[in-house]
Every structure is written in C-alpha cells, then in structure tokens.
C-alpha cells in the first residue's frame, strides 16, 4: 500500500548548493546514503506509472543517463498526470513518512515533451532481487503462489509469485472481481508488466516489489493458461522451515477429521498421515 503521512523538514539556506541534479544520485541518497533530507531537481524520463486511483499516492519510476529512481507523486501537484514515454522535470524533497522510511517526494512537476513508452525489459525475479533493474520497465513471467487479501486493509489484494527458488510480492488495489480473478490465477504461470520499486513504502514493507501498471496487466502467459500438476504435500515430510517457504505450491487430499476458527483443520490422508492446514482464504 502506497498512502503515507510525510513530513516535511525545514528548507535550508543551503538547499540550492546541495540539491541533487541526477536519478543515480536520488536513488543512492534514498536507500543508500541515508543522509539528510535533501532537495533534488531532475530532468527525466518516465519509465513506467503506477496509479493507483485518484485519491492515491502514485509511485513513478524515473530515469536519465546517469539511472532510474522511483518518486512519490500526489495529484495536488500537479493537474498532468504523466505516463511512460514523457519527458518531465520535476523539483522536491527526500522525506520521511510513516515508519520512518525515506522517501523522494514531488513538489513540482512540468512536462517537457511525450515520448514513446520504453519497451519493457524481459527479466526473471533473479534479476529484479541483484537491484540491476529497480524503477525500469520490466516484464516478468512467474507462478502465482498466493493470492490474498491484505489484513490493514481489504481493497488490496497481495500475490506471491516464484520463479524458480526467488519469490517476491505483488500489491494491487483491486474491487472484488478483480481479487477473485487475480486468486483464480494461482498455480498458472503468469506474465506482470510493471517496474520494480527497492521497498515497499507502505505498513507491509517487505522489500522489493513489482509495482503495477495496470492490476488486468497480469495475465495468463500464452502457454500458462493450464494449472499445472502440483505435488502432493508429503513430498516435503522433514523439510525444514526456512526451505518450506522457498518452495512452490503442493496439495493435499483425504478427510477432514476436525475444524477450528474456521481457518485451521486436519486432514487424514488415505496414507494415515494427518495433515494440519491453516486456510490463508475461506
């Protein structure tokens, strides 16, 4: 979830001298440098939006020659609303928001000209968790794993894809027919157009993630559309917890032998192992 409480520092005599000028250093003062709250003026290029509806903070990530760097944009800036492709400069300040997390937010934004969207980059989650591809156009193919609701708040949907042994988290704000569709896609092999922000800004902050575009950007991949065969849990009997949570999906089947809470049961397979399930949907 991208709504955040920013604070605002005081502008300093000094802010002109210290303003950063590139995306490279931007990026480096947010999650690296940790330093003060600095001013930046930037020209750029706008790699890919996520919006995420009207009254909504939207991350946008950003590049020159120099790299790419995701900003915080709030309607109230500014009436244009800019998409991939546009030239833009814009003017602002690194702040701190809910959790004391960092963040480059938009004071101004002026469109220079629109340009032709940058074609998305064919990457695996691999490639995102190396940070070689944070805030560029990327296009990834992964297997839904989860697909569940977020606990703060219940318009927002959170998949977990995987990809080989990387996983990583996807939010969308979605209505309910779009929650049930993105949860009809676990186990299929699905393609996410989007971008790659370094950490999560809002009360999840799991890390990287894949911002969307567009939540009907995730789609069934062309030879995806079937579920595949999952294997069945005992494939992982004394498999240790930290291994666990790296796998992909397995299943069980047998009888139901008791429910409690309406989200935990056991179930005794035909074999006569019992099989504790907690339901993340019921």
């Known amino acids: 979830c991208l709504i955040v409480l920013l604070l605002s520092g005081p502008c300093l005599a000094s802010d002109v001298t210290n303003t950063i000028r590139t995306a490279a250093e931007l990026y480096r003062a947010v999650y690296s440098q940790r330093g003060d709250l600095s001013p930046f003026s930037l020209q750029v290029r706008v790699n890919a939006v996520n919006y995420e509806g009207p009254t909504f903070i939207a991350e946008i990530a950003v590049g020159d020659d120099s790299g790419d760097v995701n900003l915080l944009y709030q309607p109230q800036v500014s009436a244009f ?9 814009v003017s602002g300040h690194i ?4 959790g004391r997390k960092r963040y480059a937010n938009m004071d101004s934004l002026k469109l220079l000209t629109h340009g032709m969207p940058p074609k998305p980059i064919s990457v695996t989650l691999s490639d995102l968790h190396s940070g070689r591809f944070d805030c560029k156009s990327i296009r990834v193919k992964a297997i839904v794993r989860d697909a569940v609701s977020s606990a703060l708040d219940r318009n927002w949907h959170i998949l977990g894809v995987v990809d080989g042994t990387s996983s990583i988290a996807v939010p969308a704000h979605v209505d309910s027919t779009q929650a049930q569709r993105l949860t009809s896609l676990i186990g299929r092999e699905v393609t996410i157009l989007g971008f790659c922000s370094p950490s999560d800004p809002g009360p999840l902050q799991t890390g990287r993630q894949i911002r969307l575009c567009d939540p009907m950007a995730i789609q069934p991949s062309p030879d995806g559309d079937r579920k595949r065969s999952i294997p069945a849990v005992d494939a992982i009997e004394n498999t240790r917890p930290d291994i666990i949570d790296t796998l992909d999906l397995h299943s069980a089947s047998g009888t139901v032998i008791a429910v409690w809470q309406h989200q935990h049961a056991l179930l005794k397979e035909p074999n006569g192992k019992i099989v504790r399930i907690d339901f993340l949907r019921t």
Request: avoid cysteine; aromatic fraction near 8%; charged fraction near 30%.
């Open 81 to 89: 609303q800019p998409r991939p492709g546009d030239q833009i400069k």
């Open 95 to 98: 702040r701190y928001g809910a």
